[in-house]
C-alpha cells in the first residue's frame, strides 16, 4: 500500500493511493452469491469496487481528507467498465481526491478509484460523499445533477428480502466494518434505528437482478436516496427505452425511493 502527495494548492486534494490485488476466487464466489450475480469467465462489474476498499480508506483516513470519515454520507456511485476483468488476473488499484466542492447541502467529496491491468485501465469509478455544512448561495460551486426516471415507462417489478445478517456478510467480504451496517445495537449508537444496508451492496444487488446481461453493462450510475434497514424487503423496479436500463429500489408503494439508476451497455 503506498499513500503519495502529489501537490499542495488545496486541502484534500492531489493525494493518490496505489494498491495491487489479485481476485481470491473463492471470495469472488461468496460476493456472487450474495449479490445475486452468475460468474463467467470475467469478474462482476462492481467486483473491484471491494478490492479497491483498502485502498479508498487508506486514503480518506491520511491527512490528504480533512473531514472525518463518520459522518460522510455517500450520495452516488458511476462506474465505468472500459474492458472485462477476466478471473483471478492481477491488477492494480490508484485511488485519488478530486477537488470539494461547497454543494447545497454540504461539502462534496469524489473519490476516483481506476483500475488497470499491464498499464492499461480498465475500470473506473467515481463515489461522490456528501459532508453536511451549510452555505450561503452566493457561496455555492455546483448544485447535484439527480437521475431522472423516465415518465410513462413500463416498470417490471420483484420483491427482495434483505435479511438482518447481510450487513455483516457484505462487511466481512469488503472490509467495510463501519457499525451503522453491522446489527441494530451498534446503528443506535450513530441515531439509527436499525442496520442499515451498505450502498454498494444495494447497488450490486441490483446489478446482479438484471442476469445474463449484468455483466455487459458499460456505465451503471447510481443514486443513492434514502437507507435500506435490516432487515427489509425492498421493492426492485425497471424499464428499458432507448438501450438504457433505468431502475429504482423502493418500498411496496415506492413512497420511499432507496436508490434511483440508469445502466448502459
Known amino acids: 500500500m503506498l499513500v503519495t502527495k502529489k501537490n499542495e494548492y488545496k486541502q484534500s486534494v492531489n493525494w493518490t493511493c496505489f ?43 491520511s491527512n490528504a481528507f480533512v473531514l472525518p470519515v463518520i459522518g460522510l454520507i455517500h450520495t452516488r456511485n458511476r462506474i465505468t467498465q472500459l474492458k472485462p476483468i477476466p478471473l483471478q488476473c ?11 466542492i461547497k454543494m447545497p447541502k454540504g461539502i462534496q467529496n469524489e473519490l476516483i478509484t481506476e483500475v488497470s491491468i499491464d498499464g492499461e485501465t480498465v475500470w473506473h ?36 428480502l434483505a435479511n438482518a445478517s447481510v450487513g455483516r456478510n457484505y462487511a466481512k467480504l469488503s472490509g467495510d466494518y463501519n457499525p451503522i451496517h453491522l446489527s441494530a445495537w451498534s446503528a443506535k449508537f450513530f441515531g439509527f434505528k436499525q442496520a442499515i444496508a451498505h450502498g454498494m451492496w444495494t447497488k450490486a444487488k441490483c446489478i446482479g437482478s438484471f442476469r445474463a446481461i449484468a455483466q455487459e453493462f458499460k456505465t451503471i450510475d447510481v443514486q443513492f436516496k434514502k437507507p435500506l434497514f435490516l432487515p427489509g424487503v425492498p421493492n426492485f423496479q425497471t424499464s428499458t427505452l432507448n438501450h438504457s436500463h433505468y431502475f429504482f429500489l423502493a418500498t411496496k408503494n415506492s413512497d420511499i425511493q432507496y436508490l434511483v439508476g440508469k445502466a448502459d451497455l
Open 90 to 100: 492481477k491488477i492494480d488499484i490508484r485511488c485519488f481526491l478530486n477537488s470539494p
Open 125 to 160: 469509478s467515481s463515489s461522490f460523499f456528501l459532508y453536511r455544512k451549510n452555505f450561503a448561495e452566493d457561496e455555492l460551486e455546483g448544485k447535484p445533477e439527480p437521475i431522472v426516471l423516465p415518465e410513462r415507462a413500463k416498470w417490471r417489478s420483484t420483491d427482495w
Open 19 to 61: 494498491d495491487q490485488r489479485r481476485t481470491d476466487l473463492n471470495h469472488l464466489k461468496r460476493y456472487a452469491s450474495l449479490c445475486g450475480f452468475e460468474l463467467n469467465n470475467q469478474v462482476p462489474v462492481t467486483y473491484p469496487h471491494v478490492l479497491a476498499f483498502r485502498a479508498q480508506l487508506s486514503l480518506l483516513t
